[in-house]
């Protein structure tokens, strides 16, 4: 269970710790260049819900914000798990993760999101490529859980480059393993066999093995295939948890968000309530209009058209671009 | 069952379901908080909570209480359902995501805003039909004029069913929210009627019956892309049929209730009208028109100093939990604009957390933003009359004067 924090009296509920900071809780070598890393909340309480396909933004402290699915267990409310790949051309990000973090350390967090949802069907073909497979571990137990009939196809540049086989290797021969410098290239339209309209093909993993995909399955119904590709985005000088101004339009009056509060806070503590539920960026009770600024998203709720929208935040856990002061429709 | 370890905890003799409690269930809940952070109903030999901070701790924990084996008393790891389960409210996680996921978008913020002005314009229309421009003394009862019209005006038409048969859905709603109790009096009263009201239901929730652009016509185009399966479309379009009508109006019963009975609360929103929003969650947290809901732990479970073992179901009080002093202070009776209702339990929380909720407050920010335009003052005219419900605490009569302004 969750540990509940003692009851106050009337005013902001305060029993779930936030969800804007993670503590390392583990790092462990999973294969050449890639770490899994164990977040926990810093209170011991549950960490927000997810699905698999659902990555989240991790905030790390030189800065940096990169964004990782999540490959644990969700039936495990208490930790998340992610695998980070050692990227060749990395200054901050994977570098930072692989040379200097340490168990221990606190790192913030965003989301989780989920662009990449498993949809149901009893039958699912899944290929990996590399680092690619961390999205579809949760999604191959899940399968597995339900009884869906599923294969995995997984390549990398070498078997001792490819993680998770140790986990994987308890399903069998649903698994295929195929290292580049063992099996060369893979033989997509081999594993992909005769168009199927109960099956569903989803893929993660680098650009060229993506447009193979989507060569292999131009014959495939169109809501085959599900693909996410791995890109290694880092958004420099974003997301950290610094303080920032917000202006109440109706009022005119500017209020000034601390680096340990929420924005939400901050503005009930100026006496103008926003009505409220979660505060973990998941119901959606407190969607507010932005006027101006471009709030740094933090929620589960808004996809990438919404962001790029920009028109509306939820304030329990979405904060500003740096630099950017916020003009709300409060 | 294992009535040792059920035993430990205080025992409640009351029967939560008996129509006394039903009538007024604030005196139980009060005993039932004051029992202990669990409590035991020796009725059904079931542990309950009735504190904040237990009910919300099982509301969250989805993976230790379960709702796919049921959440009402009806164990359906044991039991048949009277009805085929529900893909939202009776579904566990992998099953529960992708209904959810669908449905959440569909009924989201920024997908609801859309029917925002027509729903405040339709909110005006009814309030001006019932009001009319002659006396400025109006005697209406609000649950048959306003909060059962208004919803019946504008949410089937937002899902998309036909005209014909809408007369259906409170009638099936009731029954549906009363079989999640025991089988009582009021479970027995409506199943003559159970079976015709749950064919008629799914004939709404096909394909052809849906009007294009509707709430229901979505949730089918999510099934031709394949982001659910075909045959979970029609259960989903019942979901919003089951859950989208008895509850919000007794969500607006129970805000008009309020208004009537705190005359300076009204005043309060008159001046205020933006404060809409924030009492009708006052209200849901005040009367908690979804009183009750259980679920079934998955495997022994402490909480509260108690265990609940692998298999039991237990009873959580959302109402009681709205009123626990221990988390909402000395006033927590009151109906209070000035306080912050965010965080109430009485939408749920966690993944199971009330899809449609912004639906809901939605139709209750345009009626409330209508008669505070039209209404200086409401009184209550007699005596309000309850509709006894097993889950849902609500209004069969309000009858109220309206002073216009």
Redesign the interface.
């Known amino acids: 269970?969750?540990s509940?924090a003692p009851?106050?009296?009337?005013?902001?509920?305060a029993?779930?710790a936030s969800a804007s900071t993670a503590r390392v809780a583990e790092i462990r070598r999973q294969a050449d260049g890639v770490v899994g890393i164990v977040l926990t909340d810093p209170a011991g309480g549950?960490l927000p819900?997810w699905?698999?396909g659902a990555h989240i933004d991790l905030v790390l402290p030189d800065g940096t914000t990169r964004q990782y699915s999540l490959c644990g267990d969700?039936?495990?409310?208490h930790a998340y798990r992610v695998a980070v790949l050692r990227e060749p051309s990395s200054r901050g990000g994977s570098a930072y993760v692989h040379d200097s973090l340490r168990e221990g350390d606190l790192v913030g967090l965003g989301g989780p999101r989920?662009s990449f949802?498993?949809?149901?069907?009893p039958r699912y073909l899944f290929v990996a490529g590399g680092i690619g497979i961390t999205p579809l571990l949760p999604m191959i137990a899940?399968a597995d859980?339900?009884g869906a009939d599923w294969t995995l196809l997984y390549g990398g540049r070498s078997r001792n480059s490819m993680a998770f086989l140790d986990e994987l290797g308890r399903h069998g021969d649903r698994v295929r393993v195929a290292p580049q410098d063992e099996t060369g290239l893979l033989d997509l339209p081999a594993f992909l066999g005769t168009p199927r309209e109960d099956t569903?093909i989803y893929a993660c993993g680098p650009a060229p093995l993506l447009d193979a995909l989507a060569d292999a399955t131009a014959d495939w119904p169109s809501?085959?295939a599900r693909t996410e590709r791995f890109v290694a985005r880092e958004r420099s000088g974003s997301g950290s948890d610094s303080s920032f101004e917000v202006t109440l339009a109706r009022s005119g009056r500017t209020i000034s968000v601390g680096r340990d509060e929420t924005a939400l806070e901050a503005i009930?503590a100026a006496g103008v309530?926003v009505?409220?539920?979660?505060?973990q960026g998941t119901?959606?009770?407190c969607?507010t209009t932005v006027l101006e600024g471009r709030p740094d998203h933090r929620d589960s709720?808004l996809d990438d058209d919404?962001r790029q929208a920009g028109d509306?935040m939820y304030p329990c856990v979405s904060r500003a671009v740096p630099g950017d002061r916020l003009v709300l429709d409060l | 069952m294992s009535a040792p370890t059920l035993g430990r905890a205080p025992t409640i003799d009351v029967d939560p379901f008996c129509d006394e409690v039903l009538a007024d269930p604030i005196p139980l809940q009060r005993e039932l908080r004051a029992a202990g952070p669990v409590v035991h109903l020796s009725t059904y030999d079931i542990l309950a909570f009735a504190r904040?901070?237990q009910v919300?701790?099982a509301l969250?924990?989805?993976?230790?209480f379960q709702s796919a084996a049921g959440v009402g008393l009806t164990n359906f790891r044991t039991e048949q359902p009277w009805r085929p389960p529900s893909l939202l409210l009776e579904a566990d996680?992998?099953?529960h995501?992708?209904p959810r996921?669908v449905l959440q978008k569909i009924l989201?913020?920024?997908a609801l805003r859309s029917l925002r002005e027509k729903w405040f314009a339709d909110a005006e229309e009814l309030v001006d039909e019932v009001f009319g421009h002659g006396p400025r003394v109006v005697d209406i009862d609000a649950v048959t004029e306003l909060t059962e019209a208004f919803p019946l005006r504008v949410f089937p038409d937002a899902v998309g069913i036909p005209q014909e048969g809408r007369e259906n859905l409170l009638p099936y709603g009731d029954h549906l929210f009363n079989t999640f109790g025991p089988r009582n009096h009021l479970v027995e009263e409506g199943e003559p009627r159970a079976g015709d009201l749950l064919a008629w239901t799914s004939r709404q929730c096909r394909r052809d019956v849906l009007a294009p652009g509707g709430f229901g016509a979505e949730i089918w185009s999510a099934a031709?892309?394949?982001?659910?399966?075909v045959d979970?479309a029609p259960l989903i379009v019942r979901s919003l049929l089951s859950a989208g009508v008895d509850t919000t109006v007794h969500g607006l019963s129970a805000v008009l209730h309020a208004f009537a009975t705190h005359p300076d609360q009204w005043a309060r929103l008159r001046e205020t009208p933006a404060?809409a929003?924030?009492a009708f969650?006052e209200a849901v947290r005040w009367e908690s028109p979804v009183q009750v809901f259980f679920r079934t732990a998955t495997r022994d479970?402490?909480?509260g100093g108690r265990t609940v073992p692998e298999g039991h179901k237990i009873l959580m009080f959302l109402g009681a939990a709205n009123r626990?002093e221990?988390?909402?202070?000395a006033?927590?009776d009151r109906f209070d604009l000035g306080?912050?209702?965010?965080?109430?339990v009485g939408?749920g929380?966690?993944?199971h957390?009330c899809v449609g909720?912004?639906v809901a407050?939605l139709e209750a920010e345009a009626l409330l933003t209508a008669l505070a335009r039209r209404v200086e003052r409401l009184e209550p005219t007699g005596p309000p009359r309850r509709h006894l419900n097993n889950t849902l605490r609500s209004w069969e009569s309000l009858p109220l004067r309206a002073h216009l302004a």
Request: a negative charge; one cysteine or more.
């Open positions: 269970m969750s509940v009851a106050q009296q009337s005013g902001p509920v029993e779930q549950r819900d699905a698999p969700r039936w495990d409310a989920n949802p498993l949809v149901p069907a899940q859980m339900v569903r809501t085959s009930g309530d009505l409220s539920s979660c505060r119901c959606g009770t969607e709720i919404d509306c | 904040y901070e919300h701790a969250v924990d989805w993976q230790g996680p992998p099953h995501d992708a996921r989201s913020p920024r031709d892309r394949g982001d659910i399966l979970q404060a929003r924030v969650d479970i402490e909480i626990d221990q988390h909402w202070g006033e927590a306080r912050d209702p965010s965080g109430h939408f929380m966690g993944i957390q909720q912004h407050r």
